[in-house]
């Protein structure tokens, strides 16, 4: 089944991935191992690019949220791309600056900034913070003052959206650990608070209402709230917000009974709302930001892994094991995430083994697919997890000290290591 272009079979019936034979991939590299698709990445930050400007104009930018797949390699795609960054912690600022990403154009995010990672940011000459408390904002300004500098400031805004994804990863709806509500009164309160301190420029809003989200109806109803939103400030203090960053969120097809979301013309219907409401409320059409992470990595992505045991249990349930699991990829186990799975030195056999794929780890809830259909798997076999450039590798943990699998990138008819695979020494480097 074939659930993005980027994916096939050839005339040895195993899978392929960006032109490349999965199985030899494997035995080249070793497994578990990750796979990304380069171009396909590029195509994505380029699609986004293309619409975001011929739908909100010029000043519009995507803003590459690198918490989905976040190594060097990225940081320098999306500067070579041209492109923005998202940036949520020191870890990810020291390695977009490592890998020479000019950081006046990340966008820092994270409830809970620590005075660390304040202080580092403002020191490298961070573009904007998206300050997301009052606390916060306090403590920006003061350091910026104690480093003799402004900082350029966007204020997270809850617009009280509930969307339907999974509870764990909504986060525009009041009861949110994150931002400042519209619905309390509590955001006009910040935006007061922000124009008042003398260290700090305030150039907008953002609000980010969830991740793997399918309608464009999200993004209207918060461009829609925002812009209400914007007016009311301009009424109360005159002023009038420069940028709306409307966060990520873009879903992505895991598997063939979910849509393949339309990017460009949900960008199009999203413009099209923000041009009325502008005309409707008298403003100027902000400069429109969004921050996709998943959609542009996902499908970009796919690990390879070996089966080892493959347990059968009469008149129950079929177990296949492979060498990785919850440690490479946790997100089964924490968002009941749906993959596609396929033998890959199988792939053009029939689909009728049914089983559940779980990994090595010790414990029961180390699974990565229940109840799936696959060519029937043997030890040794190839299987390929399909979609997994987003939240794999950026999610992956050396629990029961299993190494972290490398990333390999393909790009044009040519393979290349973008993470190394971790060592043994790797695994107790910092143990003393
Ligand atoms: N902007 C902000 C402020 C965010 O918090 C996020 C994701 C994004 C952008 C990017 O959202 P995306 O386009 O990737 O949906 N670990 C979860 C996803 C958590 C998303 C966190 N924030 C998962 O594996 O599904």
Redesign the pocket.
């Known amino acids: 089944m074939q659930i993005c272009n980027n994916i096939g079979t050839n005339e040895k019936g195993n899978l392929t991935f960006a032109g490349f034979d999965t199985v030899e991939l494997a035995k080249k590299y070793g497994t578990p191992l990750y796979l990304m698709d380069e171009n396909k990445i590029r195509e994505k930050m380029r699609t986004y690019k293309k619409a975001m400007k011929k739908h909100f104009g010029d000043g519009a930018m995507p803003i590459y ?1 690198s ?2 797949a976040s190594f060097k390699r990225m940081y320098r795609i999306a500067k070579e791309e041209d492109i923005g960054i ?1 940036v949520v912690s020191i870890g990810e600022i020291y390695t977009a600056l490592s890998a020479e990403y000019d950081i006046s154009r990340a966008f820092f ?1 994270g409830n809970n900034k620590t005075p660390d990672e304040i202080s580092f940011a403002i020191e490298n000459n961070i573009g904007y913070f998206v300050a997301d408390s009052l606390t916060e904002l306090e403590s920006i300004n003061a350091e910026a003052a104690r480093q003799g500098k402004r900082q350029k400031v966007l204020l997270r805004i809850t617009p009280g959206i509930d969307t339907h994804t999974n509870k764990k ?1 909504a ?1 525009g709806n009041v009861d949110s650990k994150f931002g400042v509500a519209i619905a309390t009164g509590q955001a006009y309160e910040f935006v007061g608070a922000a124009l008042g301190f003398k260290n700090i420029d305030l150039y907008g809003y953002h609000c ?1 209402v969830g ?2 989200v399918f309608d464009a109806e999200t993004f209207i109803d918060a461009v829609d709230i925002m812009m209400d939103f914007s007016a009311e400030v301009k009424r109360r203090y005159g002023y009038e917000g420069e940028i709306l960053n409307l ?4 879903g992505v097809r895991y598997v063939a009974s979910q849509p393949d979301l339309d990017i460009e013309n949900s960008i199009r219907e999203v413009g099209e709302v923000l041009t009325q409401k502008c005309t409707d409320l008298n403003m100027k059409k902000p400069k429109i930001l969004m ?5 542009i990595v996902a499908d970009a992505g796919m690990t390879l892994y070996t089966v080892g045991t493959v347990k059968q249990i009469t008149n129950f349930k079929n177990y296949v094991a492979i060498d990785g699991g919850m440690a490479d990829n946790p ?1 089964f186990a924490l ?1 009941d995430a749906e993959y596609t799975v396929v033998t890959a030195n199988k792939a053009t056999l029939p689909k009728h083994y049914r089983c559940t794929l779980v990994g090595k780890c010790c414990e029961s809830g180390d699974i990565i697919q229940e109840d799936i259909h696959i060519a029937k798997p043997e030890k040794g076999d190839t299987v390929a997890v399909l979609t997994t450039g ?2 794999n590798y950026s ?1 992956a943990s050396n629990y029961n000290r299993l190494a972290k699998p490398p990333v390999v990138m393909l790009a044009d008819g040519k393979d290349y290591v973008a993470v190394k695979r971790e060592t043994l020494e790797d695994i107790i480097r910092n143990d003393v």
Request: net charge positive.
């Open positions: 949220a918490k989905a998202d995010h990863i986060t980010h991740s793997q966060g990520g969120g873009f921050e996709p992470g998943r959609s997100r968002y987003a939240y999610m």
